[in-house]
T-cell receptor
Framework: AQKVTQAQTEISVVEKEDVTLDCVYE???????LFWYKQPPSGELVFLIR??????QNEISGRYSWNFQKSTSSFNFTITASQVVDSAVYFC???????????FGSGTRLQVQP | DAGITQSPRHKVTETGTPVTLRCHQT?????MYWYRQDPGHGLRLIHY???????DKGEVSDGYSVSRSKTEDFLLTLESATSSQTSVYFC??????????????FGQGTRLTVV
């Protein structure tokens, strides 16, 4: 069975601080995809990024960056110079080869204080 | 934005009554999913569909059934609602293509309260 663990339940930072959200996963599949989704206070789920199991190149997109390390089964997400609008619940998720369904972590609530 | 509509958006129902939630898509995507979101659990898969009349169970399928008679519609039925089914329900769609690299798009969610 697959599992995604987001050990940080809630993080509070002050605006302009950098913050890293941790994600650790377990899977027996050799091919899989990892995702990050954002759920702002309005409730919708917004796709942020996907990364496949064969591509460990880390990515930067504006203030967002992702660090995928297969050796430690981690897929961490960093927000640089956080802003109040980054306040949301962030979910890490993993696909499986059979159902193509997502297994989600329990989420990390990020609060950015002005 | 992906064309996914969930209805109703909010519902309050009594214990023991049947409830049906509808998910409608305009993207012609093959895969459709129902998840429930509860505090401390993230989103958990209830049922999914990989084509018309092709459905299967997820991790938390007890007390739920689904049907997909058309590509665009995926119905979730609570056969006899219980208070433990109070939750926010999300529908999602994805196009499998030739791999796993398609992200899922989510509906706006349905907040269901069973009293």
């Amino acid at each position: 069975a697959q599992k995604v663990t987001q050990a940080q339940t809630e993080i509070s930072v002050v605006e302009k601080e950098d913050v890293t959200l941790d994600c650790v996963y377990e899977t027996r599949d050799t091919t899989y995809y990892l995702f990050w989704y954002k759920q702002p206070p309005s409730g919708e789920l917004v796709f942020l990024i996907r990364r496949n199991s064969f591509d460990e190149q880390n990515e930067i997109s504006g203030r967002y960056s992702w660090n995928f390390q297969k050796s430690t089964s981690s897929f961490n997400f960093t927000i640089t110079a956080s802003q109040v609008v980054d306040s949301a619940v962030y979910f890490c998720a993993l696909t499986d080869t059979g159902r193509r369904a997502l297994t989600f972590g329990s989420g990390t609530r990020l609060q950015v204080q002005p | 934005d992906a064309g996914i509509t969930q209805s109703p958006r909010h519902k309050v129902t009594e214990t023991g009554t049947p409830v049906t939630l509808r998910c409608h898509q305009t993207e012609n995507h093959r895969y459709m999913y129902w998840y429930r979101q509860d505090p401390g659990h993230g989103l958990r898969l209830i049922h999914y569909s990989y084509g018309v009349k092709d459905t299967d169970k997820g991790e938390v399928s007890d007390g739920y059934s689904v049907s997909r008679s058309k590509t665009e519609d995926f119905l979730l039925t609570l056969e006899s609602a219980t208070s433990s089914q109070t939750s926010v329900y999300f529908c999602a769609i994805s196009e499998s293509g030739s791999g796993l690299n398609t992200e899922a798009f989510f509906g706006q969610g349905t907040r269901l309260t069973v009293v």
